[in-house]
């Protein structure tokens, strides 16, 4: 089908880059992309197959495993960790530190808990220390994103010796232990970075060496444009279509939307060149996107996943940034737009959110700003009958017939329940929206 269509005419059809693609969902194999669309390990993993040579695909792991003798979940975290140096514009010696560090910690184990339940994820961070909440911690990307933040503070970092670097940044009760992982870190490393057709004897590339960042002769585009081509990719990912076949079509898009003359302007070799920039770039930032969110809705009931997965836009980054919460205490007049923090009166010595305070914090992350109290927030969007209450909507309660207005609310993960801070002595869970005082919701905008 995408042979005799060719997206080319799609998007003729659709009015835009790439938009075409998805009229293919319609077309062939919509029940798999909907599948696929409603699990997000699934969708990170169809769209992380089109990330291109130097980091690995998920086809290419059982070579890896066999290498270095790592299981599927190792290879995932210490890929992790590799790209976040790449991300990072490090060097390799930083990506040999990191999985180093990770092999002593976890054994880049992501489930591993520690110091008496205090440390967690591939780091073994302590989210009572700055790192991060414990969703934050336990996502392989942000765990070794915070661990490089730090590690490039430490004075010669690069020039130490491995273990001191790694000690410097994980202040650990065994200082030298992160030595013995040195030799296996340079073999990981290595094998995760040399391109699947690279032969033994070839130099693998370093972290820094292979950025897929389109270059200068890219064309422009707007965020609606690359919005577009990160959904068209996502969609044909789904779908089982061949990467090539997307870059090949991105191409031929490219030479029609410029305004060339005729026998003027770049060959079809610069717009191929220019298409498979965009699509490696594009394709790493979505790969790393998409699994963060499988990382995030992992431990979440199945049902609320496939809700999670199928919300888009500010309500998505609302809706998972409060989900991040989870666990975190709730506090009488705490939280705010840059997260949790101490409260007032008897909140006053605890660290954390209240009702108002998470969901502030939620849609700040989406980058809407709604007030701190309920009776801002009540007013800060459109009314919601409670039949259309849908992802990333504020619900409101009116506990205390005395004080008019509501007082209490809370952040809708779906029709039927939300994320929210319930009260004193509670943490941040996920609880069912149907429940005494209910008053009304508000869709934020």
């Not at 089982?240 to 410029?258: F, S």
Request: charged share 20%; aromatic share 4%.
């Amino acid at each position: 089908m995408i042979a005799e269509l060719g997206l080319a005419k799609l998007i003729a059809a659709g009015g835009g880059m790439v938009s075409g693609i998805a009229l293919l969902a319609g077309m062939t194999g919509g029940a798999q992309h909907a599948a696929v669309s409603a699990q997000p390990d699934q969708r990170a993993a169809a769209v992380c197959s089109y990330v291109p040579a130097g980091t690995v695909r998920r086809e290419h792991q059982p070579k890896i495993v066999n290498k270095v003798g790592l299981s599927h979940e190792q290879t995932a975290n210490a890929q992790a960790i590799v790209d976040v140096a790449t991300d990072l514009n490090l060097p390799r010696r930083a990506a040999v530190i990191g999985i180093a560090t990770a092999l002593q910690e976890s054994d880049l184990k992501n489930g591993v808990v520690g110091d008496n339940g205090q440390a967690h994820g591939i780091f073994q961070q302590h989210p009572q220390h700055g790192w991060g909440t414990h969703a934050q911690v336990t996502d392989p990307n942000y765990a070794a994103r915070t661990f490089y933040k730090r590690l490039i503070k430490v004075r010669k970092w690069d020039t130490r010796p491995l273990t001191e670097a790694a000690q410097a940044v994980q202040r650990s009760a065994f200082p030298n232990a992160y030595a013995k992982h040195e030799g296996r870190a340079e073999k990981i490393v290595a094998a995760l970075t040399q391109t699947p057709e690279a032969s033994s004897t070839s130099r693998p590339t370093s972290p820094k060496d292979d950025r897929p960042i389109a270059g200068d002769d890219s064309p422009r585009l707007t965020s609606h444009d690359q919005a577009m081509i990160s959904d068209s990719i996502e969609t044909a990912a789904s779908l089982g279509i061949p990467r090539e076949a997307v870059v090949d079509d991105l191409a031929a898009t490219l030479r029609r939307t410029e305004p060339w003359a005729e026998g003027e302007g770049p060959d079809s070799g610069d717009h191929k060149h220019q298409a498979e920039q965009l699509v490696a770039s594009l394709t790493k930032k979505l790969c790393a996107k998409l699994s963060a969110l499988a990382t995030k809705t992992k431990d979440l009931p199945g049902e609320i996943v496939k809700d999670v997965a199928a919300t888009t836009g500010r309500a998505l980054k609302a809706v998972t940034s409060a989900l991040d919460q989870r666990g975190v205490k709730y506090s009488w007049g705490g939280g705010g737009p840059a997260g949790s923090s101490y409260g007032i009166g008897r909140g006053a010595n605890t660290k954390g959110f209240d009702c108002s305070g998470l969901t502030e914090y939620a849609w700040a992350k989406a980058g809407i700003r709604i007030g701190s109290t309920t009776y801002e927030q009540v007013k800060s969007g459109s009314r919601i009958q409670r039949s259309q209450v849908k992802a990333g909507d504020l619900v409101f309660y009116e506990t205390n017939s005395g004080i008019p207005g509501p007082d209490h609310v809370g952040l809708a993960i779906n029709n039927k329940e939300m994320v929210n801070a319930p009260h004193t002595g509670a943490v941040v869970r996920i609880d069912p929206i149907d429940r005494n005082g209910y008053s009304t919701a508000i869709r934020p905008s």
